[in-house]
């Protein structure tokens, strides 16, 4: 064991003691039970990604745990009866709501209700005879709630996926068809008004290929900006939320979405120019095809439109 | 221009979207040849923690990789973001420290915080420093102006009993006392109109009447006061000569400040002036006083003295009160090119005149009055529409036309 390792149990060890002395019920646990938990968070969230990670770094890591949480959990791991009469009292509203969100049907959501205390209990047996429950895995760095609503929504996840693998697969081959054949159902440039049956294979071929070398290009983006590209356009976030998510503010966001804009538009011109456009044809594309997505998605807008005066006038 | 190539671009990505059923494919196919498939998801610590923004930056870098291109996990921490309102991230929970105190402390005096610290403090200083000075000019003003208010009330009675000496600079006064043609009452009456008047419109001459206690003051005008009141018993003093001027003794010298001694030094000699060309005119009624003095019915005056003095003195009770009354209605203004200004004597005085500010002397007929009214034709109606001396002010400076 070398020198680092030693000051690192130390640090461990240290910052046991005081996440106990921050708690304000420590259920009878003892740092000596706390060590190995927080041994394998800090592991999990510090030294693997950085082996050389500084002592200010993880003692400032240990200090940020959630003391009450933490203890609570790893109590109720340990078998505390009365923990766990703690933690479902204090979190099965959290629970029964999150289950909800993620059900369509307040039957589902009971089940799910049921199934998310089951699984953090633990139907199985570990090797030291204590229940192999998801209890293992809260870390104590986010809050117990948020945690509990992580497992709720990926119990969900898992059953729905259980349920619709099939579809699943057909949708993913649709989705391939459309990128490699540039059949999109979307049909960008099939808005009614080209009559010459030339022109409209020609016009939607380009559509294709633009809308395949924008997704290529969109592939092509760094993480970061990838992820707010679709958190923004596909899971439709606000700025702010999405700027929330990467740890940004919302105009740091707007800026970044200004620039990714930019950036995607060159390289889709390259892309296509790369394929024998020539460049004012791809100006000219571009301009064509927003047009007809403009008008295409004002139909819809006008349509909410007309649906929300008429909620307005049913609810006034 | 690049507005509308971004609106282009928005419009592409927001079809793109559309198709979203392909984007999960798109990201498992992404995942897959990166290495990382179904089940290398991120957990439910990982996802709460990225959600609540409590991972370490390069944790977070890692799991941002992967949420750019899993759907499903991406799905769950939106789900969590939006159920727990991380838009509006709270702050970190205050830990329990011993050290919190002194790190406050250490806080409040670093650098970021001294940066504009300091400043604000240096001007709000200054800002303070100026008031109080401010503060204190007012203050001085308002004991000059104020002082002859208190003292004309007392100066009345205490004059009746002293006759003390007459006001030095009030140029009302030398007007009513040239003219000549009134009856002792009214002249007295007179007098304390102007006093009034002086006391109220002029704080440099409210001052310089002060100060006139130890400035010497004009023999002719006492002596021309004291010849009209020819009707005394064998030289006693005339007990109805009520003088609010006379006020008991005036403030510190050390209370005005310069500007007010510099007011006061100029209307002292503008008066100083007005009384030197009393004498000429008392010369020219002294014969007829004279022959009131000395001539024959000089006896009976002097035989019916007592009681005349004591008509008087009701006489100029009444007056007093009277003048008191209407003194405010009988101040003549005018107006003219949109500037009021107020009879003082001989004087017309811009009703927005200081006389804590500084006049530029000009002569009607000189070369700079011509220059200046070339530039400002207003003041030469002024000019022309009020005679004697004019004080204006204009765009902020103040003229003395004379």
Partial sequence: MNQRTIQIEKLLS??????????????SLTSETLIPRIRAVVSKYV??????????????????????????IVACEQGNEKAWTDLVERFS?????????????????????QSIWAELYGLRVREDGKPAGKLAYYSGRGSLAGWLRAVVAQLAVDQHRKQSRLVQTEEDSDFDRMIQEGQDENDWTGHGGVVNPELEVSAKLAGAEMQKALAMSVQQLSAEDRLLVKLYYFDGLRLREAGALLGVHEATASRRLTRIHADLRRQVENRLIEKGWSRPETERAFSEIALHLEADIEPLLAGEGVLISKENEIAG | ????????????????????????????????????GVSNHLDADELSCFAEGVLPAPARERYIAHLADCESCRGVVVNLMQASGVAVRP??????????????????FSPPVLRYAVPVVALTAVIAISFLAFRQQRGS???ARNEPIISSAPAVTNEQQSGSALPQSSLETTTKLRSGAESPAQADSDRFKSASKDERTSVAQGSATIAGASVPTPSPLKDSMQ?????????????????????????????LNEVDKAAAVQKEEVSRREVQALPREEEKNQPRDDAGRHGPARSNTTLSGSKRAEGLMTESRDSVSKSKKDSDDEVETRTVSGRRFRRQGSLWIDTA????????????????????????????????KLDGVVIVVWKGRAYRIQ
């Fill in chain 1, 47 to 72: 030294l693997r990604d950085d082996e050389n990670a500084s002592f200010e770094a993880i003692t400032d890591f240990i200090e940020k745990l959630q003391a009450d949480d933490l203890c609570l």
């Fill in chain 2, 1 to 36: 221009m690049k507005q509308d190539k971004n609106n282009e671009m928005d419009l592409l990505l927001r079809s793109l979207a559309r198709g979203r059923g392909g984007e999960s494919s798109l990201d498992v196919g992404q995942a897959s040849t990166s290495g990382k």
């Fill in chain 2, 227 to 255: 010849s009209k009141q020819g009707y005394t018993v064998d030289g006693s003093r005339p007990v109805f000569a009520p003088e609010p001027q006379a006020a008991p003794a005036p403030p510190p010298k050390a209370a």
């Fill in chain 2, 91 to 108: 702050e970190p929970l205050e830990q329990k420290s011993g050290a919190g105190f002194w790190h406050k402390i250490g806080a409040l």
């Fill in chain 1, 93 to 113: 509203t959290t629970v029964r709501s999150a289950a909800r969100s993620a059900s369509s049907n307040e039957e589902g959501a009971e089940d799910l209700t």
């Fill in chain 2, 353 to 384: 005149y200081d006389s804590s500010r500084g006049t530029i002397t000009l002569s009607r007929g000189s070369e700079q009055f011509r220059a200046l009214v070339a530039d400002e034709p207003g003041i030469r109606t002024i000019a022309e």
């Fill in chain 1, 14 to 27: 240290v910052g046991a003691s005081r996440l106990l002395a921050r708690a304000s019920e420590t259920h």
């Fill in chain 2, 141 to 143: 003003d308002l004991v």
